[in-house]
């Protein structure tokens, strides 16, 4: 894709100034366009987005379901859960990352926050899954906005 078309798609217009919300992104972008293609979505940045967001969030519910099937069986589970993850079997199992994590697109940035409903569990969110978020807003620039704060 050529400069030009890629400023028209993907820039965005903030105050008269175009703004790249891909910038800073180290990933393959051009393999994620070339997914979003095979699956038929409409090339725009929010789509693109949204398409990033998405994978992501379901490489932290694998990551979930694989610690639930990895101990449930257990009879210890709540003790192994606390010692390796600092937190119990039971609130593992209820992080729901896919229906908790939220993503906008505001002034050319794509920010990351939890819904409104899930602020209560930042904290397991962020001793469970903090390491993988850091490194994927590091790998495409987007911003996770802690109750406020921007990390």
Known sequence: ????LYD????????????DP???ATIDFGKVISDMKLGGYEITSLNVAEFMVL????????????IITETMDLPN?????????GMSFKDINALEPTKDIEFDLKSGQVLLFLSH???YMEDAYMKLF??????FCQNTGFIYTKLGEAL
């Open 1 to 4: 894709m050529n400069q030009s």
């Open 117 to 119: 409903d899930a602020q």
């Open 130 to 135: 903090g390491q993988q978020l850091n490194e």
């Open 55 to 66: 994978h992501f969030l379901d490489d932290l519910r694998k990551i979930k379901n694989q």
């Open 22 to 24: 891909f910038a800073a």
């Open 77 to 85: 589970k709540e003790e192994v859960c606390r010692e390796n993850y």
């Open 8 to 19: 028209a798609v993907f820039c965005v217009d903030v105050g008269g100034q175009k703004i």
